[in-house]
């Protein structure tokens, strides 16, 4: 199995917390404060290597901002998806996120930051135009990757179909829509489909939802970051079930 060199004090802190298998551990030298040994701590309790070093060296595993830490993790998984809805099922509420070619790991990494925020239970993308689980979706989502089991599917549409024979209410995001998301409420098992910034949800997927909705703005610019529009209807969602 693959590893992944992962970086930042905060990632590898929520690495430790999620119990991901953790081969070593690269700190700065003289470096103190709370967060360093914070993962010190973990590392000594957790029996994982640990491997004080120099900038040069941490330059050399990561050219980003690597805050003084790295650590060698075992790659992040996919689950299987009828593994991802059988987890689930007995829960009276469920609300899932389909992500059409989402595929900016930083944009993807704060979807999974909004989506542990909000309670998601699982995040589902296809196998084909989107964006992977690496050290930079990784540091953007500060380790909530660790915490959202994800899925990998052939086909979004055969996914929204499982979805609705189950009694999902599948709901689009597109700006064009006349349905402000805001004056909705929405059903206690529902799939919220995200679509890529330049061409939004596939035309074959938006002819298969429930529900479109959009986000009303003011201003000249009529469209959002989708992991900015991700947080607030995710946030509206969860809080307008019925």
């Known amino acids: 199995?693959?590893?992944?060199?992962?970086?930042?004090?905060?990632?590898?802190?929520?690495?430790?917390?999620?119990?991901?298998?953790?081969?070593?551990?690269?700190?700065?030298?003289?470096?103190?404060?709370?967060?360093?040994?914070?993962?010190?701590?973990?590392?000594?309790?957790?029996?994982?290597?640990?491997i004080f070093t120099s900038n040069k060296?941490?330059?050399?595993?990561?050219?980003?901002?690597?805050?003084?830490a790295a650590a060698l993790i075992e790659q992040i998984q996919y689950c299987k998806f009828e593994t991802l809805l059988e987890k689930n099922f007995k829960k009276e509420k469920e609300i899932y996120l389909l992500l059409d070619g989402v595929?900016?790991?930083?944009?993807f990494g704060a979807i999974f930051r909004n989506s542990l925020a909000t309670g998601i239970d699982g995040i589902v993308v296809p196998e084909s135009n989107s964006a992977t689980i690496n050290s930079d979706t990784i540091k953007a989502s500060v380790g909530a990757v660790f915490y959202i089991p994800i899925?990998?599917?052939?086909?979004?549409?055969?996914?929204?179909?499982?979805?609705?024979?189950?009694?999902?209410?599948?709901v689009g995001l597109e700006e064009k829509s006349s349905k402000n998301i805001f004056d909705e409420r929405?059903?206690?098992?529902?799939?919220?489909?995200?679509?890529?910034e330049g061409k939004g949800i596939n035309k074959s997927t938006l002819n298969v939802v429930d529900k479109k909705v959009s986000i009303p703005m003011e201003g000249e610019i009529k469209s959002l970051n989708v992991s900015v529009a991700c947080g607030i209807s995710l946030y509206h969602i969860t809080k307008n079930l019925s």
């Open 1 to 50: 199995m693959e590893n992944e060199i992962i970086y930042g004090i905060r990632p590898i802190i929520e690495a430790m917390r999620a119990n991901v298998k953790i081969e070593k551990v690269w700190l700065l030298k003289n470096k103190k404060n709370r967060l360093f040994k914070e993962v010190e701590d973990y590392a000594s309790k957790k029996k994982i290597d640990i």
């Open 57 to 68: 060296k941490l330059d050399k595993l990561s050219k980003k901002n690597h805050q003084g």
């Open 103 to 107: 595929t900016d790991v930083r944009n």
């Open 151 to 170: 899925s990998k599917v052939s086909h979004l549409n055969d996914a929204i179909y499982e979805f609705k024979s189950r009694g999902f209410e599948v």
């Open 186 to 196: 929405f059903n206690k098992k529902t799939v919220l489909i995200l679509g890529s």
